[in-house]
């Protein structure tokens, strides 16, 4: 039978969403969706020929039994509309971060847990060739031991505009919308060890950069009367694991930089390993050597989203395990709360 689905906030990336679902056919009924800003609503289900549209997420979750739920808001309202959906028996799929901080996330990962219903979270480059290869590298034991990597999601001129900048609505800058991608990616590939130490700075020494259009980056579909930029424009971290490892993270939405990057680089007593583009970097014969691995090793934005919304679907099914659970996104903003904290006091913070 069908998998009735209602989506939750109908900006840019819930149209990614959408998207992944289509592509299921029949295995999906995609019942209603809904935004606060109620145009949105209108507009997306219109574009997609949803039947049913609301103002508010309790209005579609009570006339609507659904199966399944997108949480596709803006940060600060992920924790309310995904615990509303559990408890209303919906399985969710919510996007990243998981929320605006630990206690929020843990609260969503309880209400999970007492609706017996499955929370996965939206770590889209989990879902990527490159996430898979790298994994199975390092799990094959290609790089033998990984005891450091360096993970760099740099943009020169990439604020996102709209509520991003706005702290009650996103819970911090580039450190929770792009280093929740590349921490969660390079914790995964390393095999999910813990955090036990985090060291953090923030800067926001050049802010919005507004007035500079070119980038090309994310924008977010929400309009703003009066723009609020008080978040950081430039988080660096070193995350310590309980194996030893060490995680060193930037991430910038504006930096007097040359090159935008946004790479991994893995380092292993063995092999290391570069993940864009994808190369083994070891020795052969008493010389240094760089192995390039040929074929398709990269992340595909829509196509990677397609797989995360499949997974999504097969692990409600019960077809498939889910790559990317509440427990991991609740790691993940301890992370975080412990880089804003080391931030603020400029001491290292134990991830407890
Ligand atoms: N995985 C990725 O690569 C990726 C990329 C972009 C954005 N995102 C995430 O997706 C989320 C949305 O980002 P976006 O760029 O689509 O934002 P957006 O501004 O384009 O859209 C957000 C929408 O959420 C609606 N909304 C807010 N609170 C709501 C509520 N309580 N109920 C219903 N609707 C509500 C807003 O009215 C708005 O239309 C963010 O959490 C962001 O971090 C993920």
């Not at 971060?97 to 969503?108: D, F, G, L, V, Y």
């Not at 889209?124 to 590298?137: M, N």
């Not at 953090?200 to 259009?213: E, L, N, Q, S, V």
């Not at 939405?253 to 864009?276: C, H, Q, Y």
Request: hydrophobic residues 40%; charged residues 25%.
């Amino acid at each position: 039978m069908a998998l009735k689905l209602g989506i939750i906030g109908c900006g840019g990336i819930a149209n990614s969403h959408m998207h992944g679902y289509l592509e299921l056919g029949d295995a999906v009924e995609i019942v209603a969706c809904c935004d606060i800003n109620f145009k949105k609503a209108n507009e997306f289900a219109d574009r997609y020929g949803i039947p049913n549209r609301y103002d508010n997420c309790y209005d579609m979750l009570k006339n609507h039994q659904l199966d399944i739920v997108s949480v596709c808001t803006w940060n600060s309202a992920h924790a309310e509309c995904t615990i509303a959906a559990l408890q209303a028996g919906c399985n969710v799929l919510c996007e990243k971060p998981m929320a605006m901080n630990a206690k929020e996330a843990e609260a969503m990962q309880a209400a999970a847990e007492k609706a017996g219903k499955l929370l996965m979270l939206g770590f889209v480059r989990r879902h990527g060739r490159d996430a898979a290869k790298a994994r199975r590298l390092v799990t094959d034991g290609a790089l033998g031991e990984v005891y450091y990597a360096k993970a760099s999601y740099l943009r020169r001129s990439g604020y996102p505009g709209g509520w991003f900048g706005d702290k009650s609505r996103s819970g911090g800058g580039p450190l929770i919308d792009l280093g929740v991608h590349i921490i969660d990616l390079s914790r995964y590939i390393m095999g999910s060890p813990k955090p036990v130490t985090v060291f953090g700075a923030t800067f926001d020494k050049i802010g919005a950069r507004a007035h500079i259009t070119e980038g090309g980056e994310w924008q977010s579909q929400t309009e703003v009367d009066q723009p609020i930029f008080d978040v950081e424009d430039l988080a660096v971290a070193m995350i310590r694991f309980d194996n030893g490892a060490v995680l060193s993270v930037e991430t910038s939405f504006n930096l007097n930089m040359k090159a935008p990057s946004n790479t991994i680089e893995f380092f292993g007593d063995k092999a290391g390993l570069t993940l864009d583009p994808f190369e083994l970097h070891t020795e052969y014969d008493n010389a240094i050597a760089d192995i390039v691995i040929h074929g398709d090793n990269g992340f595909h934005f829509q196509p990677d989203f397609d797989k995360e919304v499949k997974n999504f679907v097969e692990s409600v099914q019960g077809d498939a395990e889910c790559k990317a659970k509440a427990e991991d996104g609740v790691l993940l903003m301890k992370i975080l709360d412990a880089v804003y904290e080391s931030a603020k006091t400029g001491k290292s913070v134990d991830v407890v």
